[in-house]
Protein backbone atom coordinates (compact mmCIF):
# COMPACT_ATOMS: atom_id res chain seq x y z
CA UNK A 1 0.00 0.00 0.00
CA UNK A 2 1.08 3.80 -0.59
CA UNK A 3 0.67 3.88 2.85
CA UNK A 4 3.89 1.62 3.58
CA UNK A 5 5.51 5.05 1.02
CA UNK A 6 4.17 6.39 4.54
CA UNK A 7 5.40 3.90 6.58
CA UNK A 8 8.63 3.00 5.30
CA UNK A 9 10.21 6.71 6.60
CA UNK A 10 8.24 6.23 9.59
CA UNK A 11 9.40 4.54 12.72
CA UNK A 12 8.92 1.16 11.46
CA UNK A 13 11.07 2.38 8.60
CA UNK A 14 13.75 3.43 11.36
CA UNK A 15 13.91 0.71 13.37
CA UNK A 16 13.69 -2.21 10.76
CA UNK A 17 16.26 -0.43 8.32
CA UNK A 18 14.15 -0.20 5.32
CA UNK A 19 14.61 1.96 2.62
CA UNK A 20 12.27 4.56 0.90
CA UNK A 21 11.91 5.55 -3.03
CA UNK A 22 14.70 8.53 -2.54
CA UNK A 23 17.30 6.69 -1.22
CA UNK A 24 17.09 4.01 -4.23
CA UNK A 25 17.47 4.42 -8.22
CA UNK A 26 15.60 5.23 -10.38
CA UNK A 27 14.49 8.22 -8.10
CA UNK A 28 17.37 9.07 -6.05
CA UNK A 29 18.65 12.54 -6.83
CA UNK A 30 16.17 13.32 -9.31
CA UNK A 31 13.25 15.75 -8.74
CA UNK A 32 10.69 13.85 -7.06
CA UNK A 33 13.16 14.31 -4.40
CA UNK A 34 14.10 17.51 -4.35
CA UNK A 35 12.89 19.08 -1.81
CA UNK A 36 13.60 22.87 -2.82
CA UNK A 37 10.90 22.07 -5.66
CA UNK A 38 6.81 22.20 -4.67
CA UNK A 39 4.85 19.06 -4.32
CA UNK A 40 3.53 19.98 -7.30
CA UNK A 41 6.64 19.71 -9.28
CA UNK A 42 7.92 16.93 -7.46
CA UNK A 43 4.52 15.09 -8.23
CA UNK A 44 4.84 15.68 -11.87
CA UNK A 45 8.30 13.86 -12.48
CA UNK A 46 7.27 11.11 -10.47
CA UNK A 47 4.02 10.64 -12.76
CA UNK A 48 6.44 11.33 -15.52
CA UNK A 49 8.30 8.14 -15.17
CA UNK A 50 4.95 5.53 -14.69
CA UNK A 51 4.16 3.80 -17.49
CA UNK A 52 0.54 3.25 -18.37
CA UNK A 53 0.17 0.01 -16.58
CA UNK A 54 2.13 1.30 -13.30
CA UNK A 55 -0.27 3.91 -13.49
CA UNK A 56 -3.72 2.08 -13.78
CA UNK A 57 -2.59 0.76 -10.94
CA UNK A 58 -3.39 3.62 -9.02
CA UNK A 59 -6.49 4.92 -9.89
CA UNK A 60 -8.83 2.95 -6.73
CA UNK A 61 -8.76 3.87 -3.11
CA UNK A 62 -6.39 0.27 -2.40
CA UNK A 63 -4.16 1.80 -4.95
CA UNK A 64 -1.26 -1.10 -5.86
CA UNK A 65 2.53 -1.05 -5.96
CA UNK A 66 5.19 0.45 -8.29
CA UNK A 67 7.95 -2.04 -7.07
CA UNK A 68 10.06 -0.62 -10.07
CA UNK A 69 10.00 2.77 -8.48
CA UNK A 70 9.82 1.47 -4.86
CA UNK A 71 6.54 2.62 -4.12
CA UNK A 72 4.33 0.53 -2.17
CA UNK A 73 0.37 -0.15 -2.09
CA UNK A 74 -1.72 2.18 0.04
CA UNK A 75 -4.97 2.52 1.43
CA UNK A 76 -6.34 6.23 0.83
CA UNK A 77 -9.76 5.10 2.44
CA UNK A 78 -9.16 5.84 6.70
CA UNK A 79 -11.94 7.43 8.97
CA UNK A 80 -11.63 9.70 11.49
CA UNK A 81 -15.11 11.51 11.88
CA UNK A 82 -14.74 11.83 16.12
CA UNK A 83 -11.96 9.68 17.03
CA UNK A 84 -9.79 6.95 14.37
CA UNK A 85 -12.26 4.72 13.52
CA UNK A 86 -12.54 1.24 12.12
CA UNK A 87 -11.75 1.68 7.98
CA UNK A 88 -10.39 -0.06 5.39
CA UNK A 89 -7.01 1.45 6.30
CA UNK A 90 -7.12 1.19 10.24
CA UNK A 91 -6.27 -1.54 12.02
CA UNK A 92 -6.88 -2.26 15.70
CA UNK A 93 -4.66 -4.95 16.65
CA UNK A 94 -1.70 -4.76 19.01
CA UNK A 95 0.18 -2.91 19.58
CA UNK A 96 -2.49 -0.09 18.22
CA UNK A 97 -5.96 -2.11 19.85
CA UNK A 98 -7.58 1.55 20.99
CA UNK A 99 -8.08 4.72 19.91
CA UNK A 100 -9.85 7.75 21.97
CA UNK A 101 -13.58 7.78 21.02
CA UNK A 102 -14.80 11.60 21.31
CA UNK A 103 -18.25 12.25 21.52
CA UNK A 104 -20.15 11.99 17.62
CA UNK A 105 -20.03 15.29 15.86
CA UNK A 106 -23.70 16.73 16.66
CA UNK A 107 -22.55 16.68 20.46
CA UNK A 108 -19.89 18.19 20.09
CA UNK A 109 -20.84 20.88 17.64
CA UNK A 110 -24.09 21.54 20.36
CA UNK A 111 -20.42 23.14 22.66
CA UNK A 112 -20.48 25.97 19.64
CA UNK A 113 -16.83 25.50 21.29
CA UNK A 114 -14.30 26.55 17.91
CA UNK A 115 -11.40 26.12 20.23
CA UNK A 116 -12.27 22.48 21.36
CA UNK A 117 -13.38 21.73 17.90
CA UNK A 118 -10.00 21.92 16.73
CA UNK A 119 -8.16 20.79 20.14
CA UNK A 120 -10.18 17.63 19.44
CA UNK A 121 -9.37 17.21 15.52
CA UNK A 122 -5.63 18.06 16.34
CA UNK A 123 -5.88 14.88 19.20
CA UNK A 124 -7.23 12.68 16.71
CA UNK A 125 -4.34 13.12 14.12
CA UNK A 126 -1.88 12.95 16.78
CA UNK A 127 -3.46 9.42 17.65
CA UNK A 128 -3.22 8.70 13.93
CA UNK A 129 0.29 9.41 13.06
CA UNK A 130 1.02 6.98 16.25
CA UNK A 131 -0.51 4.71 14.89
CA UNK A 132 0.68 5.31 11.40
CA UNK A 133 3.64 4.92 12.17
CA UNK A 134 3.29 1.33 13.02
CA UNK A 135 1.69 0.36 9.68
CA UNK A 136 -1.80 0.53 11.18
CA UNK A 137 -3.92 3.76 9.56
CA UNK A 138 -3.07 6.00 6.37
CA UNK A 139 -2.92 9.64 6.74
CA UNK A 140 -5.53 10.16 4.26
CA UNK A 141 -8.79 10.53 6.84
CA UNK A 142 -12.21 10.76 4.99
CA UNK A 143 -13.54 13.68 7.68
CA UNK A 144 -15.61 16.17 8.24
CA UNK A 145 -18.82 15.23 7.06
CA UNK A 146 -20.43 19.02 6.75
CA UNK A 147 -23.39 18.62 5.25
CA UNK A 148 -26.12 19.87 6.58
CA UNK A 149 -29.53 18.54 8.37
CA UNK A 150 -32.19 19.35 5.88
CA UNK A 151 -34.52 16.90 6.68
CA UNK A 152 -34.82 15.19 10.62
CA UNK A 153 -35.17 11.96 8.87
CA UNK A 154 -32.13 11.58 7.06
CA UNK A 155 -29.60 8.70 8.85
CA UNK A 156 -26.28 10.68 9.07
CA UNK A 157 -27.25 14.05 10.18
CA UNK A 158 -25.77 12.89 13.55
CA UNK A 159 -22.18 13.16 11.75
CA UNK A 160 -22.61 16.81 11.01
CA UNK A 161 -22.53 20.08 13.44
CA UNK A 162 -26.27 20.38 12.64
CA UNK A 163 -28.53 22.43 10.86
CA UNK A 164 -27.50 25.67 10.59
CA UNK A 165 -24.27 26.84 7.17
CA UNK A 166 -23.03 29.00 9.62
CA UNK A 167 -22.27 26.70 12.15
CA UNK A 168 -21.26 23.79 10.17
CA UNK A 169 -18.98 26.42 7.87
CA UNK A 170 -17.31 27.30 11.24
CA UNK A 171 -16.83 24.05 12.20
CA UNK A 172 -15.12 23.58 9.39
CA UNK A 173 -12.93 26.16 9.45
CA UNK A 174 -11.71 24.67 12.75
CA UNK A 175 -11.42 21.12 12.54
CA UNK A 176 -9.45 20.83 10.03
CA UNK A 177 -6.68 23.08 10.34
CA UNK A 178 -6.82 20.85 13.86
CA UNK A 179 -6.49 17.70 11.92
CA UNK A 180 -3.54 18.70 9.45
CA UNK A 181 -1.63 21.08 11.21
CA UNK A 182 1.11 20.34 13.81
CA UNK A 183 4.33 21.33 14.61
CA UNK A 184 6.25 20.89 11.39
CA UNK A 185 5.19 23.43 8.97
CA UNK A 186 6.68 21.39 6.16
CA UNK A 187 4.56 18.37 6.13
CA UNK A 188 0.77 17.28 6.58
CA UNK A 189 0.22 15.67 9.92
CA UNK A 190 -2.76 14.11 8.76
CA UNK A 191 -5.17 15.01 5.41
CA UNK A 192 -8.81 15.93 6.23
CA UNK A 193 -11.50 15.34 3.01
CA UNK A 194 -14.51 17.84 2.57
CA UNK A 195 -17.43 15.46 2.07
CA UNK A 196 -19.49 14.86 0.44
CA UNK A 197 -20.02 17.32 -2.03
CA UNK A 198 -22.57 18.35 -2.49
CA UNK A 199 -25.95 18.46 -1.78
CA UNK A 200 -26.52 14.99 -0.08
CA UNK A 201 -28.36 14.10 2.58
CA UNK A 202 -30.46 11.76 2.00
CA UNK A 203 -30.21 7.49 2.32
CA UNK A 204 -33.20 5.54 1.01
CA UNK A 205 -36.45 7.40 1.16
CA UNK A 206 -39.77 8.27 -0.92
CA UNK A 207 -38.50 5.98 -4.27
CA UNK A 208 -34.91 7.21 -4.19
CA UNK A 209 -31.39 6.19 -2.73
CA UNK A 210 -28.44 7.94 -2.60
CA UNK A 211 -26.85 5.92 -5.54
CA UNK A 212 -29.66 7.53 -8.15
CA UNK A 213 -31.13 11.03 -6.75
CA UNK A 214 -31.11 13.70 -8.60
CA UNK A 215 -31.34 16.92 -5.76
CA UNK A 216 -33.22 19.30 -7.72
CA UNK A 217 -31.33 22.37 -6.14
CA UNK A 218 -32.06 26.42 -6.95
CA UNK A 219 -29.91 28.73 -7.34
CA UNK A 220 -30.32 30.76 -3.92
CA UNK A 221 -30.47 27.43 -1.92
CA UNK A 222 -26.84 26.81 -3.26
CA UNK A 223 -25.47 29.29 -2.08
CA UNK A 224 -27.11 30.47 1.00
CA UNK A 225 -27.47 26.60 2.31
CA UNK A 226 -25.86 23.86 0.00
CA UNK A 227 -22.00 25.38 -0.83
CA UNK A 228 -20.88 27.70 2.27
CA UNK A 229 -19.54 25.14 4.64
CA UNK A 230 -17.45 23.12 1.41
CA UNK A 231 -16.50 27.08 0.56
CA UNK A 232 -15.68 27.49 4.26
CA UNK A 233 -13.40 23.88 4.35
CA UNK A 234 -11.45 24.44 1.39
CA UNK A 235 -10.49 28.78 1.76
CA UNK A 236 -10.54 28.92 5.45
CA UNK A 237 -10.14 25.51 6.74
CA UNK A 238 -7.45 25.01 3.76
CA UNK A 239 -8.35 21.05 3.40
CA UNK A 240 -5.99 19.07 1.29
CA UNK A 241 -9.45 16.74 0.54
CA UNK A 242 -12.67 16.56 -1.00
CA UNK A 243 -15.19 13.95 -1.74
CA UNK A 244 -17.72 14.03 -4.32
CA UNK A 245 -21.04 12.74 -3.21
CA UNK A 246 -23.47 9.75 -4.65
CA UNK A 247 -26.34 11.89 -5.84
CA UNK A 248 -26.44 13.92 -8.73
CA UNK A 249 -27.48 17.79 -8.73
CA UNK A 250 -29.33 19.39 -10.99
CA UNK A 251 -28.80 16.27 -13.31
CA UNK A 252 -25.13 15.81 -13.11
CA UNK A 253 -23.83 13.40 -10.77
CA UNK A 254 -21.22 15.12 -8.44
CA UNK A 255 -18.12 12.90 -9.47
CA UNK A 256 -18.89 13.73 -12.61
CA UNK A 257 -19.73 17.52 -12.30
CA UNK A 258 -16.96 19.87 -13.63
CA UNK A 259 -18.87 23.26 -12.43
CA UNK A 260 -18.18 22.36 -8.71
CA UNK A 261 -14.72 20.55 -8.40
CA UNK A 262 -12.52 22.08 -11.24
CA UNK A 263 -14.85 25.37 -11.51
CA UNK A 264 -15.78 25.89 -7.76
CA UNK A 265 -13.18 24.38 -5.61
CA UNK A 266 -9.77 24.18 -7.32
CA UNK A 267 -11.15 27.52 -9.57
CA UNK A 268 -12.74 29.79 -7.82
CA UNK A 269 -11.84 28.49 -4.46
CA UNK A 270 -7.82 27.70 -4.76
CA UNK A 271 -8.56 23.64 -3.33
CA UNK A 272 -5.15 22.27 -3.46
CA UNK A 273 -5.48 18.53 -3.00
CA UNK A 274 -7.15 15.19 -3.93
CA UNK A 275 -10.53 14.82 -4.43
CA UNK A 276 -11.66 11.10 -3.85
CA UNK A 277 -15.29 9.57 -5.15
CA UNK A 278 -17.51 8.33 -2.51
CA UNK A 279 -17.42 4.81 -2.51
CA UNK A 280 -18.79 3.31 -5.83
CA UNK A 281 -20.11 7.03 -6.80
CA UNK A 282 -18.02 6.26 -10.26
CA UNK A 283 -20.29 3.12 -11.15
CA UNK A 284 -23.00 5.55 -10.23
CA UNK A 285 -22.43 7.96 -12.43
CA UNK A 286 -22.57 5.12 -15.23
CA UNK A 287 -25.05 2.46 -13.62
CA UNK A 288 -27.81 4.10 -11.44
CA UNK A 289 -27.60 7.84 -13.15
CA UNK A 290 -26.97 6.54 -16.63
CA UNK A 291 -25.23 9.27 -17.07
CA UNK A 292 -22.50 8.04 -19.43
CA UNK A 293 -21.69 4.83 -20.95
CA UNK A 294 -18.51 3.22 -19.36
CA UNK A 295 -15.64 4.95 -21.64
CA UNK A 296 -17.12 8.41 -21.24
CA UNK A 297 -17.80 7.95 -17.62
CA UNK A 298 -14.07 7.49 -17.27
CA UNK A 299 -13.52 11.01 -18.67
CA UNK A 300 -15.93 12.93 -17.70
CA UNK A 301 -15.34 12.23 -13.85
CA UNK A 302 -11.37 12.80 -14.36
CA UNK A 303 -12.13 15.58 -16.41
CA UNK A 304 -14.41 17.60 -13.77
CA UNK A 305 -11.49 16.78 -11.45
CA UNK A 306 -11.73 13.51 -9.57
CA UNK A 307 -8.65 11.75 -9.02
CA UNK A 308 -9.29 8.33 -7.16
CA UNK A 309 -12.26 6.01 -7.44
CA UNK A 310 -13.29 4.39 -4.26
CA UNK A 311 -14.32 1.48 -5.64
CA UNK A 312 -13.11 -0.42 -8.91
CA UNK A 313 -14.88 1.18 -11.97
CA UNK A 314 -11.79 2.84 -13.35
CA UNK A 315 -9.26 -0.34 -12.45
CA UNK A 316 -12.04 -1.63 -14.93
CA UNK A 317 -12.66 0.13 -17.43
CA UNK A 318 -9.94 2.97 -18.02
CA UNK A 319 -7.52 1.21 -20.02
CA UNK A 320 -10.39 0.79 -22.48
CA UNK A 321 -11.05 4.04 -22.61
CA UNK A 322 -7.82 5.55 -23.19
CA UNK A 323 -7.38 2.97 -25.65
CA UNK A 324 -10.56 3.85 -27.22
CA UNK A 325 -9.15 7.74 -27.34
CA UNK A 326 -12.01 8.86 -25.18
CA UNK A 327 -10.35 9.44 -21.90
CA UNK A 328 -6.97 12.06 -22.82
CA UNK A 329 -3.76 11.08 -21.13
CA UNK A 330 -3.24 14.49 -19.77
CA UNK A 331 -6.36 13.77 -17.62
CA UNK A 332 -4.66 10.82 -16.35
CA UNK A 333 -1.87 12.53 -15.24
CA UNK A 334 -3.59 15.41 -13.69
CA UNK A 335 -5.37 13.28 -11.51
CA UNK A 336 -1.62 11.32 -10.70
CA UNK A 337 -0.04 14.47 -10.34
CA UNK A 338 -2.63 15.53 -7.27
CA UNK A 339 -2.37 12.10 -5.71
CA UNK A 340 1.38 12.26 -5.68
CA UNK A 341 1.86 15.84 -4.30
CA UNK A 342 -0.22 14.66 -1.57
CA UNK A 343 2.61 12.31 -0.65
CA UNK A 344 5.23 14.53 -0.55
CA UNK A 345 3.46 17.07 1.29
CA UNK A 346 3.29 13.76 3.71
CA UNK A 347 6.97 13.44 3.85
CA UNK A 348 6.71 10.12 1.57
CA UNK A 349 9.57 11.40 -0.45
CA UNK A 350 11.87 13.08 2.66
CA UNK A 351 14.39 12.46 4.57
CA UNK A 352 13.35 11.27 7.97
CA UNK A 353 14.99 13.45 10.07
CA UNK A 354 13.45 15.83 8.74
CA UNK A 355 9.83 14.82 10.01
CA UNK A 356 9.33 15.14 13.60
CA UNK A 357 5.77 13.27 13.23
CA UNK A 358 7.98 9.97 12.62
CA UNK A 359 8.28 10.31 16.68
CA UNK A 360 4.92 9.89 17.77
CA UNK A 361 4.38 6.66 19.12
CA UNK A 362 1.64 4.65 20.44
CA UNK A 363 2.22 4.32 23.96
CA UNK A 364 3.14 8.35 24.31
CA UNK A 365 -0.27 9.46 22.01
CA UNK A 366 -2.54 7.76 21.89
CA UNK A 367 -5.40 7.10 24.41
CA UNK A 368 -3.30 9.60 26.84
CA UNK A 369 -4.92 10.88 30.27
CA UNK A 370 -5.24 13.79 28.40
CA UNK A 371 -7.23 12.37 25.69
CA UNK A 372 -9.49 10.92 27.53
CA UNK A 373 -10.33 13.95 29.81
CA UNK A 374 -10.64 15.94 26.62
CA UNK A 375 -13.40 13.06 25.46
CA UNK A 376 -15.04 13.84 28.70
CA UNK A 377 -15.05 17.24 28.71
CA UNK A 378 -16.44 17.20 25.17
CA UNK A 379 -19.14 15.39 26.06
CA UNK A 380 -19.61 17.55 29.26
CA UNK A 381 -19.78 20.85 27.05
CA UNK A 382 -22.26 19.04 24.58
CA UNK A 383 -25.37 18.34 27.19
CA UNK A 384 -27.60 20.72 26.41
CA UNK A 385 -30.53 21.67 29.33
CA UNK A 386 -33.87 21.70 27.94
CA UNK A 387 -36.04 21.91 31.12
CA UNK A 388 -35.60 22.41 34.68
CA UNK A 389 -38.20 23.41 37.07
CA UNK A 390 -35.43 24.28 39.91
CA UNK A 391 -35.00 20.76 40.63
CA UNK A 392 -31.98 20.17 39.19
CA UNK A 393 -28.68 19.58 40.19
CA UNK A 394 -29.89 16.93 42.42
CA UNK A 395 -28.06 16.68 45.67
CA UNK A 396 -26.23 13.53 46.01
CA UNK A 397 -26.63 13.09 49.93
CA UNK A 398 -30.59 13.93 49.43
CA UNK A 399 -30.89 11.18 46.43
CA UNK A 400 -28.78 8.53 47.59
CA UNK A 401 -30.86 5.69 45.14
CA UNK A 402 -31.20 6.52 42.01
CA UNK A 403 -32.86 4.71 39.11
CA UNK A 404 -31.52 4.61 35.82
CA UNK A 405 -34.15 3.08 33.19
CA UNK A 406 -34.99 3.59 29.74
CA UNK A 407 -33.72 1.96 26.10
CA UNK A 408 -30.17 3.98 26.70
CA UNK A 409 -30.18 3.78 30.18
CA UNK A 410 -27.17 1.07 29.91
CA UNK A 411 -25.96 2.28 26.39
CA UNK A 412 -22.10 1.92 25.84
CA UNK A 413 -21.64 1.45 21.70
CA UNK A 414 -24.55 3.39 21.16
CA UNK A 415 -22.95 6.19 22.31
CA UNK A 416 -20.63 6.05 19.46
CA UNK A 417 -22.95 6.28 16.97
CA UNK A 418 -21.20 5.16 13.24
CA UNK A 419 -17.76 5.83 11.90
CA UNK A 420 -16.32 4.65 15.46
CA UNK A 421 -12.92 2.73 16.29
CA UNK A 422 -12.04 0.86 19.60
CA UNK A 423 -12.07 3.02 22.59
CA UNK A 424 -10.41 1.91 25.60
CA UNK A 425 -13.88 2.45 27.22
CA UNK A 426 -17.37 3.12 27.49
CA UNK A 427 -18.89 4.60 30.41
CA UNK A 428 -22.95 4.06 30.28
CA UNK A 429 -25.43 6.32 32.12
CA UNK A 430 -25.98 3.86 34.45
CA UNK A 431 -22.08 3.75 35.41
CA UNK A 432 -21.79 7.43 35.41
CA UNK A 433 -25.00 7.57 37.41
CA UNK A 434 -23.38 4.99 40.07
CA UNK A 435 -20.65 6.85 40.70
CA UNK A 436 -22.86 8.81 42.62
CA UNK A 437 -25.59 7.06 44.07
CA UNK A 438 -27.01 3.50 44.65
CA UNK A 439 -28.43 2.38 41.44
CA UNK A 440 -31.46 0.44 40.16
CA UNK A 441 -31.61 -0.52 36.80
CA UNK A 442 -34.04 -1.38 34.16
CA UNK A 443 -33.81 -1.26 30.59
CA UNK A 444 -37.89 -0.91 30.09
CA UNK A 445 -37.77 -1.72 26.30
CA UNK A 446 -35.12 -1.23 23.18
CA UNK A 447 -34.94 1.68 21.15
CA UNK A 448 -37.88 0.39 18.92
CA UNK A 449 -39.76 -0.59 21.79
CA UNK A 450 -42.08 -2.81 20.32
CA UNK A 451 -42.98 -4.33 23.30
CA UNK A 452 -44.06 -2.95 26.75
CA UNK A 453 -43.32 -6.15 28.94
CA UNK A 454 -40.56 -4.67 30.23
CA UNK A 455 -42.15 -1.69 32.10
CA UNK A 456 -43.22 -3.30 35.17
CA UNK A 457 -39.65 -3.46 35.96
CA UNK A 458 -39.26 -0.15 35.02
CA UNK A 459 -41.71 1.45 36.52
CA UNK A 460 -41.21 -0.67 39.92
CA UNK A 461 -37.38 0.61 39.57
CA UNK A 462 -38.58 4.29 39.73
CA UNK A 463 -41.41 3.55 42.17
CA UNK A 464 -38.45 2.69 44.76
CA UNK A 465 -36.00 4.89 43.80
CA UNK A 466 -35.55 8.52 45.71
CA UNK A 467 -34.58 9.74 42.09
CA UNK A 468 -34.75 8.70 38.52
CA UNK A 469 -32.85 9.16 35.36
CA UNK A 470 -34.87 8.02 32.43
CA UNK A 471 -32.60 7.41 29.12
CA UNK A 472 -35.36 7.44 25.69
CA UNK A 473 -34.29 8.63 22.38
CA UNK A 474 -32.73 6.17 19.42
CA UNK A 475 -29.98 4.67 17.66
CA UNK A 476 -27.96 3.28 14.79
CA UNK A 477 -30.39 1.04 14.42
CA UNK A 478 -33.00 3.54 13.60
CA UNK A 479 -30.56 6.01 11.81
CA UNK A 480 -27.73 5.86 10.24
CA UNK A 481 -25.96 5.24 6.92
CA UNK A 482 -28.33 4.09 4.40
CA UNK A 483 -31.19 3.95 7.25
CA UNK A 484 -33.22 7.28 6.73
CA UNK A 485 -36.15 7.36 9.53
CA UNK A 486 -39.84 7.45 8.11
CA UNK A 487 -41.17 9.35 11.29
CA UNK A 488 -39.15 11.35 13.92
CA UNK A 489 -41.90 10.59 16.77
CA UNK A 490 -40.01 8.09 19.73
CA UNK A 491 -40.22 4.78 18.34
CA UNK A 492 -42.87 2.30 19.12
CA UNK A 493 -44.27 2.38 22.96
CA UNK A 494 -41.39 4.90 24.33
CA UNK A 495 -44.02 7.35 24.74
CA UNK A 496 -46.14 5.26 26.96
CA UNK A 497 -42.79 4.32 28.74
CA UNK A 498 -41.72 7.85 29.42
CA UNK A 499 -45.72 8.50 30.64
CA UNK A 500 -45.81 5.32 32.94
CA UNK A 501 -42.39 6.10 34.34
CA UNK A 502 -43.28 9.71 35.56
CA UNK A 503 -46.29 8.57 36.80
CA UNK A 504 -45.18 5.95 39.12
CA UNK A 505 -41.72 7.88 40.00
CA UNK A 506 -41.18 8.21 43.78
CA UNK A 507 -39.31 11.53 43.56
CA UNK A 508 -37.79 14.29 40.80
CA UNK A 509 -37.21 12.28 36.87
CA UNK A 510 -34.82 13.47 34.62
CA UNK A 511 -35.58 12.35 31.06
CA UNK A 512 -32.32 12.18 28.97
CA UNK A 513 -32.88 12.29 25.24
CA UNK A 514 -29.97 10.45 23.62
CA UNK A 515 -30.38 10.72 19.88
CA UNK A 516 -28.57 12.19 16.85
CA UNK A 517 -31.57 13.38 14.62
CA UNK A 518 -34.63 15.25 15.83
CA UNK A 519 -37.28 13.31 17.73
CA UNK A 520 -40.42 14.31 19.50
CA UNK A 521 -40.29 14.41 23.11
CA UNK A 522 -43.40 16.94 23.74
CA UNK A 523 -44.71 13.69 26.07
CA UNK A 524 -41.57 15.15 28.59
CA UNK A 525 -42.01 18.58 27.47
CA UNK A 526 -45.50 19.24 28.49
CA UNK A 527 -46.22 16.81 31.57
CA UNK A 528 -45.24 18.52 35.04
CA UNK A 529 -43.84 15.21 36.66
CA UNK A 530 -40.85 15.53 34.16
CA UNK A 531 -38.72 17.57 36.33
CA UNK A 532 -35.57 17.77 33.77
CA UNK A 533 -34.99 17.35 30.42
CA UNK A 534 -31.87 16.30 29.03
CA UNK A 535 -30.32 16.35 24.62
CA UNK A 536 -27.04 14.24 24.87
CA UNK A 537 -27.07 13.36 21.22
CA UNK A 538 -24.13 10.32 21.07
CA UNK A 539 -21.69 11.71 23.87
CA UNK A 540 -18.59 9.00 23.37
CA UNK A 541 -16.91 7.04 25.62
CA UNK A 542 -17.55 8.87 28.65
CA UNK A 543 -20.84 10.20 27.81
CA UNK A 544 -22.65 8.14 30.80
CA UNK A 545 -20.15 10.12 33.43
CA UNK A 546 -20.87 13.26 31.49
CA UNK A 547 -24.50 12.98 32.22
CA UNK A 548 -24.60 12.28 35.65
CA UNK A 549 -21.67 15.13 35.83
CA UNK A 550 -24.84 17.49 34.97
CA UNK A 551 -27.30 15.41 36.75
CA UNK A 552 -25.85 15.94 40.24
CA UNK A 553 -24.15 19.35 39.32
CA UNK A 554 -20.85 18.80 38.87
CA UNK A 555 -20.83 20.26 35.41
CA UNK A 556 -23.09 23.54 35.00
CA UNK A 557 -24.66 22.49 31.31
CA UNK A 558 -23.54 24.74 28.72
CA UNK A 559 -24.99 23.34 24.96
CA UNK A 560 -27.50 24.53 22.77
CA UNK A 561 -29.54 22.50 20.51
CA UNK A 562 -27.79 22.26 17.19
CA UNK A 563 -31.07 21.28 15.36
CA UNK A 564 -34.52 22.33 15.42
CA UNK A 565 -36.64 19.83 17.31
CA UNK A 566 -39.66 19.59 15.31
CA UNK A 567 -43.29 17.88 16.27
CA UNK A 568 -43.94 14.60 14.60
CA UNK A 569 -46.37 15.96 12.32
CA UNK A 570 -44.22 17.96 10.77
CA UNK A 571 -42.67 14.99 8.10
CA UNK A 572 -46.47 14.36 6.98
CA UNK A 573 -46.90 14.98 3.34
CA UNK A 574 -43.40 16.40 3.16
CA UNK A 575 -41.06 14.51 0.46
CA UNK A 576 -37.82 14.23 1.51
CA UNK A 577 -36.64 14.39 -1.90
CA UNK A 578 -37.98 18.20 -1.58
CA UNK A 579 -34.74 20.24 -1.47
CA UNK A 580 -36.45 23.39 -1.25
CA UNK A 581 -35.54 24.96 1.88
CA UNK A 582 -38.07 28.12 2.07
CA UNK A 583 -41.84 27.07 2.34
CA UNK A 584 -43.98 25.66 -0.26
CA UNK A 585 -46.70 23.45 -1.33
CA UNK A 586 -46.55 20.57 1.43
CA UNK A 587 -43.02 22.31 2.83
CA UNK A 588 -43.61 23.71 5.98
CA UNK A 589 -39.89 25.47 5.37
CA UNK A 590 -36.58 23.48 6.96
CA UNK A 591 -34.21 24.56 9.52
CA UNK A 592 -34.84 26.98 11.57
CA UNK A 593 -34.33 29.83 9.19
CA UNK A 594 -37.30 29.12 7.22
CA UNK A 595 -39.61 26.71 9.15
CA UNK A 596 -43.28 28.17 9.96
CA UNK A 597 -44.34 26.17 12.45
CA UNK A 598 -43.72 25.75 16.29
CA UNK A 599 -40.89 23.66 16.90
CA UNK A 600 -40.59 21.49 20.18
CA UNK A 601 -37.44 22.89 21.03
CA UNK A 602 -35.62 25.69 18.40
CA UNK A 603 -32.52 25.63 17.16
CA UNK A 604 -30.11 27.29 20.13
CA UNK A 605 -32.18 26.35 22.81
CA UNK A 606 -30.38 25.25 25.81
CA UNK A 607 -30.74 26.19 29.75
CA UNK A 608 -28.11 26.83 32.56
CA UNK A 609 -27.80 26.27 36.29
CA UNK A 610 -26.80 29.98 36.48
CA UNK A 611 -29.73 32.80 35.94
CA UNK A 612 -28.63 35.02 33.85
CA UNK A 613 -29.86 38.95 34.07
CA UNK A 614 -29.35 41.49 30.26
CA UNK A 615 -29.11 45.16 30.39
CA UNK A 616 -28.02 47.46 27.76
CA UNK A 617 -24.57 48.23 28.37
CA UNK A 618 -24.32 50.97 25.93
CA UNK A 619 -25.12 55.09 26.02
CA UNK A 620 -29.10 55.69 26.16
CA UNK A 621 -30.82 56.45 22.88
CA UNK A 622 -32.94 59.62 22.89
Known amino acids: MLKAVFLSVGCAWVAAGAQ????????????????????????????????????????????????????????????????????????????????????QVITTAASYNKTLWGTISSAISTEARAMNNVGHAGLTFWTPNINLIRDPRWGRGHETPGEDPVTTATYAAHFVPGLQEGEDSKHLKASACCKHYYGYDMEDSDGADRHNFN??????????????????????????????????????PSCANERIMNGFARGKWGFDGYITSDCGAVADVCNNHHYANQDDTCRDVLQAGMDIDCGTFLTTNLYTSISRGVTPMSAVDTALEHLFAMQVRFGAFDPASEQPYLNYSYTTAVNTPAHQHLALEAARQGMVLLKNDGTFPLDATKYPTVAVVGPNANATSVMQANYYGVPPYLISPLMGVSKYAKTLYAEGCDTNCNSNSGFSAATAAAAQADAT????????????????????????????????VLSAAKGPVMVVVMAGGSVDFTVAKVNPLAKGIMWVGYPGQSGGEAIADVVFGA?????????????????????????????????????YRFYTGTPVYAFGSGLSYTSFSYKNAGPSVS
Open 20 to 103: FPCTMAPLQGTAACDTSQTPSARAQYIVSQLTLDEKLRLFDNGALSVPRLHIDAYQWWSEALHGVGTSPGVSFTQPTPNATSFP
Open 555 to 591: VNPSGRLPHTQYPKDYTNGLSMLDMNMRPGTSNPGRT
Open 215 to 252: AIISLQDEADTYLPAFHSCVVNGRASGMMCSYNAVNGT
Open 469 to 500: VLVIGISTTQEAEGRDRTSIALPGYQEDLVTA
